[in-house]
C-alpha cells in the first residue's frame, strides 16, 4: 500500500488500482474446457500475423487468458460467464 506524501495516510489512487483495470482485448465464449489459441482465428487465412498455437485448459474460475494475445476465453456457464471481465484477474497459467 502506498503512503501520502508527509501524512502516512494511504493513497487513494493505490487503494482503487482494482477499479481501473482495463477489461482483456477480446473475450472468446466457448463450450469446451480446453482451447487453442493462435491469435488469428478471426483473420482470414491471418494465421502469419498471430502467434505460435497454443493449448489451453480452462480450470475451476471458468476462463483462462493466452499468454500471447491476452485473448480470454469464458466456459459457457461457467461461474466468470456473465461476470464483468475488467473485475477479473489475468490467469494464463493454464498453458501447455
Known amino acids: 500500500m502506498a503512503l501520502a506524501i508527509g501524512r502516512g495516510l494511504p493513497d487513494d489512487n493505490a487503494l482503487c488500482y482494482r477499479a481501473r ?30 502467434h ?7 480450470d475451476e474460475e471458468g476462463y483462462i487468458d493466452c499468454g500471447y ?4 476465453f469464458v466456459l459457457i ?3 466468470a460467464d456473465g461476470v464483468d471481465q475488467a473485475r477479473l484477474p489475468d490467469i494464463s497459467e493454464g498453458s501447455a
Open 77 to 79: 456457464g461457467g461461474p
Open 69 to 72: 494475445c491476452d485473448r480470454r
Open 52 to 58: 505460435p498455437r497454443v493449448w489451453l485448459q480452462i
Open 21 to 50: 483495470m482495463h477489461p482483456p482485448l477480446e473475450v472468446t465464449r466457448t463450450t469446451q474446457t480446453r482451447v487453442a489459441c493462435d491469435g488469428a482465428a478471426d483473420i482470414p487465412g491471418g494465421a502469419a500475423l498471430g
